[in-house]
């Protein structure tokens, strides 16, 4: 488009679409019969009172169901399994090895291997000779059950992930022969 020298600039159209006409002298703008004047600060739409003439029962509507979800749980990957099952167990180790210890501080606290180890040595001692060269104390050194509850913790990690990831490969192939497990997931309400 060109402009030539001298002429008008184009005129740009309006921003804004003309607003309609004010009412006429003696007009008010009120609702129907039977509704509420709707106001800025309300939260719903005017709506017609039940009762309001000419509404049947049957225009109420009916409270919604919650929906669900039909699905169908057809493969569990092995990987993923293995790498969950491997943190789960792991913080458990964690969990059993700090419950071990705070357990075993409270029972040396309270001086229970101490009395263990009394009576297993008056037990074992006859006439002032011990009856077998048994050393009950060392059963209760922190190092040694500490230790055992480290060993323990280490096996069940290996053992609760390999086991969970041989879990997911024979659901696999079950669910291939069977069609998965259904499940149904509800709206809450």
């Given at each position: 488009m060109r402009i030539r020298p001298g002429s008008p600039p184009p005129s740009a159209p309006p921003l804004q679409s003309p607003s309609p006409p004010p009412p006429a002298a003696g007009q008010q703008n009120r609702p129907p019969a039977g509704q509420q004047p709707w106001s800025p600060g309300s939260l719903s739409s005017p709506q017609p009172p039940l009762d309001a003439p000419?509404?049947?029962?049957?225009d109420i509507p009916a409270p919604r169901s919650?929906?669900?979800?039909?699905?169908?749980?057809?493969?569990?990957?092995?990987?993923?399994a293995m790498k969950f099952s491997f943190v789960v167990s792991l913080v458990c180790f964690v969990v059993l090895f700090i419950a071990v210890a705070v357990l075993y501080m409270v029972l040396s606290g309270?001086?229970?291997?101490?009395?263990?180890?009394q009576t297993v040595n008056q037990l074992t001692t006859a006439d002032g000779k011990a009856?077998?060269?048994?050393?009950?104390?060392?059963?209760?050194?922190?190092?040694?059950?500490?230790?055992?509850?480290?060993?323990?913790?280490?096996?069940?990690?290996?053992?609760?992930?390999?086991?969970?990831?041989?879990?997911?490969?024979?659901?696999?192939?079950?669910?291939?022969?069977?069609?998965?497990?259904?499940?149904?997931?509800?709206?809450?309400?």
């Amino acid at each position: 488009m060109r402009i030539r020298p001298g002429s008008p600039p184009p005129s740009a159209p309006p921003l804004q679409s003309p607003s309609p006409p004010p009412p006429a002298a003696g007009q008010q703008n009120r609702p129907p019969a039977g509704q509420q004047p709707w106001s800025p600060g309300s939260l719903s739409s005017p709506q017609p009172p039940l009762d309001a003439p000419g509404r049947k029962p049957s225009d109420i509507p009916a409270p919604r169901s919650p929906r669900k979800a039909h699905l169908v749980l057809r493969r569990v990957e092995p990987w993923s399994a293995m790498k969950f099952s491997f943190v789960v167990s792991l913080v458990c180790f964690v969990v059993l090895f700090i419950a071990v210890a705070v357990l075993y501080m409270v029972l040396s606290g309270l001086g229970v291997f101490d009395n263990i180890i009394q009576t297993v040595n008056q037990l074992t001692t006859a006439d002032g000779k011990a009856t077998s060269g048994v050393d009950v104390a060392s059963w209760f050194e922190p190092v040694r059950i500490l230790g055992y509850t480290a060993l323990i913790g280490a096996v069940n990690v290996v053992l609760i992930t390999a086991l969970s990831t041989l879990g997911a490969v024979i659901y696999n192939v079950a669910s291939d022969l069977v069609g998965g497990v259904e499940v149904t997931f509800s709206e809450a309400e």
